[in-house]
């Protein structure tokens, strides 16, 4: 038997531990420090349960559920956090403009997320939000990974990436807040 609160207090512990190892919590206050730890921890133990189909076993692993790759919590806080700016984006010019495969791509995983809250409402599955959300995260992060945005040297593709950036922060936040789970805004 796992106590409740000796369980929250590890995890926050290990999110504080993993997240100073990475260097994710440089040129942060204590303060702002103790909130992202907290903010990772629990989001990585609501993440690990939530994801699960509630008609499956699962096994809890806190060092797992705390990685910063993979399907976790914190990947996709990691990825929240990593966004420039929030700001609007006009979507419908997309497939006019000369955007790139994956811009196009992100628009259209972004235009899925009401019909996957209903689906999970409907079902009675936060799981398929948590999947939604980690692959959004995962292509927004191989987007991220392959494309500049803040040093690409045309202003108006530049303008689009962040707002496409904010865009996909935004649903993500949603996402998580869904789950229960709140994300930074830096980490």
Same mark, same amino acid.
């Given at each position: 038997v796992? @106590?409740? @609160?000796d369980l929250i207090a590890d995890m926050v512990a290990t999110a504080r531990e993993m997240s100073a190892e990475l260097g994710k919590l440089d040129g942060c206050s204590e303060e702002e420090a103790n909130a992202v730890s907290t903010m990772v921890g629990l989001g990585a133990?609501? *993440?690990? %349960? $939530? =994801?699960? @189909?509630? !008609? =499956?076993? /699962?096994l809890f692993d806190p060092r797992e559920s705390i990685d910063f790759n993979g399907n976790t919590g914190p990947f996709i806080q990691y990825?929240?956090?990593? =966004? #420039?700016t929030e700001a609007g984006i006009d979507f419908s010019a997309a497939v006019q403009a000369d955007y790139l495969r994956e811009e196009i791509d992100l628009v259209k995983t972004l235009t899925e997320y009401p019909s996957v809250v209903a689906a999970a409402g409907e079902n009675f599955a936060p799981s398929v %939000? +948590? #999947? *939604?959300? *980690?692959? $959004? #995260? =995962?292509?927004?992060?191989g987007y991220y990974h392959d494309h500049s945005i803040l040093r690409e040297e045309d202003a108006a593709t530049r303008t689009m990436r962040l707002r496409l950036a904010g865009q996909v922060a935004r649903v993500i936040r949603r +996402? /998580?807040? $869904? $789950?229960? %789970? @709140?994300?930074?805004? !830096? /980490?």
């Amino acid at each position: 038997v796992v @106590d409740a @609160d000796d369980l929250i207090a590890d995890m926050v512990a290990t999110a504080r531990e993993m997240s100073a190892e990475l260097g994710k919590l440089d040129g942060c206050s204590e303060e702002e420090a103790n909130a992202v730890s907290t903010m990772v921890g629990l989001g990585a133990l609501k *993440y690990f %349960i $939530l =994801k699960v @189909d509630p !008609r =499956k076993t /699962m096994l809890f692993d806190p060092r797992e559920s705390i990685d910063f790759n993979g399907n976790t919590g914190p990947f996709i806080q990691y990825t929240h956090a990593r =966004k #420039a700016t929030e700001a609007g984006i006009d979507f419908s010019a997309a497939v006019q403009a000369d955007y790139l495969r994956e811009e196009i791509d992100l628009v259209k995983t972004l235009t899925e997320y009401p019909s996957v809250v209903a689906a999970a409402g409907e079902n009675f599955a936060p799981s398929v %939000i +948590g #999947a *939604y959300v *980690y692959e $959004l #995260a =995962k292509q927004f992060n191989g987007y991220y990974h392959d494309h500049s945005i803040l040093r690409e040297e045309d202003a108006a593709t530049r303008t689009m990436r962040l707002r496409l950036a904010g865009q996909v922060a935004r649903v993500i936040r949603r +996402g /998580m807040n $869904l $789950l229960g %789970i @709140d994300v930074p805004e !830096r /980490m």
